[in-house]
């Protein structure tokens, strides 16, 4: 039996998502951004907290990990503690773990770059990627505490992921890429055809996730710092992959 899978607005512009097995009842929640939406999408669907799978060590990502825990006695499941210790963590893991929820499986991808503990969870049978803050659509996490080259080496790792998953993220952020990517990509179709997308998904109020990974492969410019076309929109041409990605997040930085 496939997943569910909800998602709805927490904080400003942060996504909560809700991964529920229905044979199993289990359900996990990335992240917790806040407690009160999430607490009131388990009891819309009936569902009862299982585990907590975080990302980072984020506030907006982890400030409702607390209460949650409290009230449901989930399992608390978090990035290794090189760098950031995150209170209440149960189960730590790193690249490679596979963590049970329930029947449903969730491969461990260490994604550094944003912060240094940043982990992406990947529900292969399921065909779903969670990526929080290392990638967005059409755009990517700032990098706060890793380089530039690490946080390449970290989208190469979700680009490796096949064309017909689908991209989860951490936060609505999708028009503001669209304009940026649009002054590096202007001629890029794929790009236009996203732009139009979001547009109208905005217009209508709608959120503007989950995409498809092949689709952010053709039109996301912070996937493909490695194409020439992207490099030369960044007057570029013949750099290495790593410093044209370190110019797009530059330029993103300053838009
Ligand atoms: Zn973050």
Not at 43 to 69: M, P, Q, S
Not at 172 to 187: D, G, I, M, Q, S
């Amino acid at each position: 039996m496939a997943a569910d899978i909800r998602l709805f607005p927490c904080l400003t512009d942060n996504f909560g998502y809700l991964i529920h097995n229905p044979a199993t009842k289990a359900t996990a929640s990335i992240d917790a951004p806040e407690a009160g939406p999430i607490v009131k999408a388990l009891e819309h669907e009936g569902w009862r907290l299982t585990d907590i799978l975080i990302t980072h060590h984020h506030g907006d990502h982890v400030g409702g990990v607390a209460e949650l825990k409290q009230k449901y006695g989930a399992r608390v499941v978090g990035p290794h503690d090189k760098t950031t210790k995150i209170a209440n963590v149960d189960h730590r893991v790193g690249q490679g773990d596979v963590v049970k929820v329930g029947g449903l499986l969730a491969r461990v991808l260490e994604t550094p770059g944003h912060t240094l503990d940043h982990i992406s969870y990947v529900f292969d049978l399921e065909k779903a990627l969670f990526a929080a803050d290392t990638l967005f659509s059409i755009g990517c996490g700032r990098v706060f505490e890793g380089t530039y080259p690490m946080m390449w080496d970290s989208l190469l790792k979700l680009r490796a992921l096949p064309d017909d998953f689908k991209l989860y993220c951490g936060h609505e952020y999708t028009a503001a890429n669209v304009k940026f990517a649009l002054t590096v990509e202007p001629e890029n179709a794929a790009l236009k055809a996203r732009a139009e997308e979001v547009a109208r998904l905005r217009a209508a109020n709608k959120p503007t996730v989950p995409t498809l990974l092949g689709d952010e492969k053709k039109a996301n410019v912070f996937l493909r710092a490695d194409e020439p076309s992207v490099a030369a929109g960044v007057r570029m041409k013949g750099r290495s992959a790593a410093e044209v990605f370190g110019e797009l997040r530059e330029r993103k930085n300053k838009s």
